[in-house]
């Protein structure tokens, strides 16, 4: 009995490792290429169960999912002669894992072509932009055309480049601080330049505003003058009719104004008893002494 039960036990080992030999799976996230004595035969292999030729094929599995290249920090020279230390990275993907075999062999032999490819790319690329522009204003058309060409280089390889992008650019150490020395000088020089620009237009619009200002007054003053020229005009004609109306009253009231703003407690007049402020006076109350 036991040793039966040995039997099958053998059995069943010998026939898991047919069925292991016999049958391979391939992941929803991998392809696959079978070797027959290290040749491809086959194509490429989906997702799902598989035969293959026991001891005499073998499988080799390679990712449909996008890995990243990540490179070493490198030196480039822009258009305008300055060193960047530029830090990039890539995402890629293995879209014929066929070619790729007979190519790069695998993942390590890609990751050197890519690097060889990109950083040519980016070289030629930031060597047509200056500094502030790759800093700045085209970096995401850049990091297209990098993309796009570092692509058609790399199908040669069964390889498509997704997407290139800098993590940093960075200045050389030993140029850091003279290049920031200049950022300073020229940002201080646009600040004068914009000071004194404002300055002047300070200078036209408080030119502008006094030479309105003299010519609104002058205007007023010229109105003014003609209307009190006017108004004086106006009342020397009422005084002239009221005059004409009645001189000897003209006389009395113009005379009353007089004796009202000459004659108070703490004025002292000397006059003749002739005198012809005295006229109105004399009607009233012959003065003291009088004959």
Do not use: C
């Not at 069943?12 to 027959?36: G, M, R």
Request: zero cysteines; a positive charge.
């Amino acid at each position: 009995m036991g040793k039966k039960v040995g039997i099958i036990v053998v059995a069943i080992i010998v026939a898991l490792i047919a069925v292991n030999a016999v049958f391979y799976t391939v992941d929803e996230t991998k392809q696959a290429i079978v070797l027959q004595l290290g040749k491809p035969v086959g194509g490429i292999k989906g997702p799902g169960l598989h035969v293959k030729i026991p001891f005499i094929q073998t499988v080799k599995f390679y990712e449909r999912r996008l890995l990243d290249y990540d490179a070493a920090p490198a030196e480039i020279l822009t258009a305008d002669k300055k060193n960047l230390v530029v830090d990039n990275f890539a995402k890629w993907q293995i879209v014929d894992p066929l070619q790729f075999l007979q190519t790069v062999r695998n993942v390590r032999g890609a990751q050197a072509r890519l690097d060889d490819i990109i950083y040519a790319e980016l070289r030629v690329e930031l060597g047509r932009h200056i500094m502030s522009e790759i800093i700045t204003k085209v970096r995401s058309e850049i990091m297209t055309n990098v993309t796009n060409r570092s692509n058609i280089k790399a199908s040669e390889y069964g390889i498509s480049v997704v997407d290139v992008r800098i993590k940093r650019a960075d200045l050389p150490q030993q140029n850091e601080q003279a290049v920031f020395q200049r950022m300073r000088a020229e940002r201080k020089r646009q600040a004068k330049k914009y000071r004194s620009e404002g300055k002047e237009a300070s200078m036209k619009i408080k030119a502008n505003a006094d030479r309105d200002r003299t010519i609104i007054m002058a205007e007023a003053y010229r109105k003014s003058q003609t209307l009190r020229g006017e108004g004086d005009a106006e009342a020397t004609r009422i005084y002239a009719e009221a005059y004409n109306q009645d001189e000897e009253f003209y006389d009395f009231t113009r005379s009353l104004e007089a004796y009202k703003k000459a004659l108070d407690p703490n004025t002292t007049l000397v006059l003749s008893e002739n005198d012809e402020f005295l006229k109105y006076l004399k009607t009233v109350a012959p003065l003291r002494g009088s004959k």
